[in-house]
C-alpha cells in the first residue's frame, strides 16, 4: 500500500463545481472544462461528492443507484470521459462511497418496504418497544432515528435524515454488495475512494442514551475494524495504489492509530473531526462561540504524534462541504484575508500526512453571508432553523448561528470570474453566489503572482519535493504559546520549522536557530537576535541542514 504522503487531493462538489448546460447545477462535464486548471495547482487525485442517482433529501448523500449516474450531473458517457481526461491531467478519480445508509428509495429499501426477507435484513427494523420507538437515540439531523412503517408493524433506524435508512453490516450479503459496487468502478478506472460516515456502520447495542444522544452505541462499533478488513481484502486492498480515506464520526485517536495502520489492511487514511469543533460551546454545534485556539494547537499535536507512532496517515484539512469556511472561521476574512488565509494553508501543508483542499480553498472563498432562512437549501440548517425557533431563541441569533455554522457556506458556487454569476452557470444557480466574487475569483488570483492560489502551487510543489515534509517526525513546540502554532519537521538530514500566528497582533517567540527561510506569507521575514516578531497572521518555514 502506497503512504500518499507525496500527493494531494483536491475536493469537488460537483453540483457547485461548474455548470455547462444551463441547469443552474454543476455538470461531470464541467469538470472536465477545468482540468487544465486543476492540473496547474498541481493537485494528485478529484475527490468527488456524489453524483449517483438520488432524490437529493441529502445533496446525493442519499443514494438510490450506486452504478448509475445522477441525470442533473450528466450521463454514464460524461462520466467516462472525465475519468480519461483525468487520466491525461495526470489526475485520479476519488469517488464518494455512502455504505452507512442508502436512499429510501433504493431498490434494495422498496423490496423490504414490500416485505422481502432478504432485503428486509439489508437494513435495521425493529418492532416496537412497549408500543413505542425501539430506544431513544437522536438522528444527527435532529429528532429521533427511528420511523415507523405501518404496513410491517415495525421502525426503521436511519441515524441521519428520515429518507436515508442504514444498511445492516452484520449481513455478510450487504457486505459483499458493497464490495461489489467498489470493484465495478474500479474497472471504470477509479483510484480512489472516500468512506462516508465509515465507522458508523457497525452498530452494537440499541439500548436507550440518558447521557448522550446514542452515538456512543454506534461510533466505531464492535465489528468495524472486522468489517473494514473485509472489505479491504474483497475490494480496493487489491490494488495497492487506489486511494482509500475514511469519514470518522466522534471517532478516538486509539481506533483511527488502528483504521489507517497499514499492517491493519482496512483504509488507507482517516479524516477526523475533532479539530473542527473547537468553536462549539460544550460541544453543541449550534451555537456560537470563537474558537478555542490552546484547544485546536493541543488537538493539532496529539493527533499527529499519536498518528505517527503507528505510522498511520491521516487527512489534513481545514474545509470540507460538510464545514464552514475556514477564512471565515479561523482567520480574518475582512482585515486579513490573504495573510490569513496563507497562513492556515501553510500550518496544514507542512504536518505529516496527505493535505486535502476544497474547491475554491485555494483562492480564499469565504463565507456566503446568506440573511434569510430561504436562501439555505441544507436540509441539516432548515431543520435546525426550526429546533432553534422552537427553543425561543429570535431570528436575528439563529440567522447568525446558521450564518456561522451552516454547510452550506462550503457549497455556494465556485467563483471563476468577477462575471454573472461568477462564470458558474448561464443560468440562475441552485444556490447563491457569494457576492464578493467581483473581488475573489479565480482568473483574478491566477493574474496575481503574490495570490493565496499562488501559495498554494507552492506548498504543493514543496511537498512533493521534500521527502522531509512526507516523511519526517513530527515535533511541537511552544506548546504553552497563547497565540502560535510552532512545530518541526525532522528529516535524515534536514528540519523544517514552522511557526504559525493565529491572531491579528503582533506576537513575539524566542527562536535560536541558524536557518534560512523556506516559505513565508509576508515578503520580509526576519528574526533579530533570537526573536522573531510575528506580524498579524505571519507564517513562516524555516529550513536548516545538519
Request: with cysteine; glycine share 6%.
Amino acid at each position: 500500500m502506497e503512504d500518499f504522503a507525496n500527493k494531494v487531493v483536491y475536493q469537488i462538489y460537483p453540483r457547485s463545481f461548474q455548470d455547462t448546460d444551463g441547469d443552474g447545477f454543476g455538470d461531470l462535464r464541467g469538470i472536465v472544462e477545468r482540468l487544465d486548471y486543476l492540473e496547474d495547482l498541481g493537485v494528485d487525485y478529484l475527490w468527488l461528492n456524489p453524483f449517483f442517482v438520488s432524490p437529493q433529501k441529502d445533496n446525493g448523500y442519499d443514494i438510490a443507484d450506486y452504478r448509475q449516474i445522477d441525470p442533473r450531473f450528466g450521463t454514464m458517457e460524461d462520466l467516462d470521459a472525465l475519468i480519461q481526461a483525468a487520466q491525461e491531467h495526470h489526475i485520479g478519480l476519488m469517488f464518494d462511497m455512502v455504505f452507512n445508509h442508502t436512499s429510501v428509495e433504493h431498490e434494495w429499501f422498496q423490496k423490504a418496504l414490500a416485505g422481502d426477507e432478504k432485503y428486509k435484513n439489508y437494513y435495521i427494523f425493529k418492532k416496537p418497544v412497549d408500543g413505542h420507538m425501539p430506544n431513544n437515540w437522536v438522528s444527527k439531523f435532529g429528532g429521533p432515528v427511528w420511523e415507523y412503517v405501518p404496513a410491517l408493524g415495525e421502525y426503521y433506524l436511519h441515524l441521519y435524515d428520515v429518507n436515508q435508512a442504514d444498511l445492516n453490516w452484520d449481513n455478510p450479503d450487504v457486505r459483499q454488495e458493497c464490495a461489489d459496487i467498489v470493484k465495478f468502478w474500479m474497472d471504470k478506472g477509479v483510484k480512489g475512494f472516500r468512506f462516508d460516515v465509515v465507522n458508523n456502520m457497525s452498530k452494537g447495542s440499541f439500548e436507550d442514551d440518558f447521557i448522550g444522544d446514542g452515538r456512543r452505541f454506534y461510533s466505531d462499533g464492535p465489528h468495524i475494524h472486522e468489517y473494514l478488513h473485509g472489505l479491504n481484502r474483497a475490494s480496493f486492498g487489491q490494488d495497492p495504489s487506489i486511494m482509500t480515506v475514511g469519514e470518522m464520526s466522534s471517532t478516538s485517536l486509539e481506533n483511527c492509530q488502528k483504521y489507517a495502520n497499514p499492517e491493519h489492511e482496512e483504509l488507507g487514511m482517516v479524516f477526523n473531526f475533532h479539530h473542527l469543533k473547537v468553536d462549539y460551546e460544550n460541544k453543541q454545534k449550534w451555537t456560537l462561540k470563537p474558537f478555542d485556539f490552546m484547544e485546536l494547537k493541543e488537538l493539532f499535536n496529539t493527533w499527529q504524534t499519536g498518528m505517527q507512532e503507528t505510522n498511520s496517515n491521516q487527512a489534513l484539512f481545514w474545509n470540507c462541504h460538510d464545514q464552514p469556511r475556514s477564512l471565515s472561521r479561523f482567520g480574518d476574512d475582512k482585515n486579513y484575508p490573504v495573510e490569513s488565509a496563507k497562513m492556515l494553508a501553510m500550518a496544514l501543508h507542512m504536518m505529516r500526512g496527505t493535505p486535502y483542499i476544497y474547491q475554491g480553498e485555494e483562492i480564499g472563498m469565504t463565507n456566503n453571508g446568506f440573511d434569510s432562512i430561504e436562501q439555505y437549501r441544507d436540509v441539516e440548517s432548515t431543520n435546525y432553523y426550526e429546533i432553534l425557533k422552537a427553543e425561543g431563541k429570535d431570528e436575528d441569533e439563529i440567522l447568525a448561528i446558521l450564518g456561522a455554522k451552516s454547510r452550506d457556506n462550503a457549497r455556494s458556487p465556485m467563483q471563476w470570474t468577477a462575471g454573472k454569476n461568477a462564470g458558474f452557470s448561464d443560468a440562475e444557480p441552485w444556490m447563491r453566489v457569494n457576492p464578493n466574487h467581483a473581488t475573489i475569483n479565480v482568473e483574478t488570483a491566477i493574474a496575481d503572482p503574490d495570490s493565496i492560489y499562488s501559495f498554494y502551487k507552492k506548498l504543493i510543489r514543496l511537498r512533493k519535493e521534500s521527502d522531509t515534509i512526507q516523511h519526517g517526525t513530527y515535533v511541537p513546540l511552544l506548546e504553552e504559546h497563547e497565540r502560535v502554532l510552532a512545530y518541526k519537521r525532522v528529516g535524515q538530514d534536514e528540519e523544517i520549522l514552522v511557526l504559525c500566528n493565529f491572531y491579528g497582533e503582533e506576537t513575539t517567540v524566542s527562536l535560536h536557530t541558524e536557518a534560512d527561510v523556506l516559505l513565508s506569507n509576508y515578503a520580509d521575514f526576519q528574526m533579530r537576535d533570537g526573536e522573531v516578531t510575528l506580524r498579524p497572521y505571519e507564517a513562516v518555514a524555516l529550513r536548516k541542514t545538519a
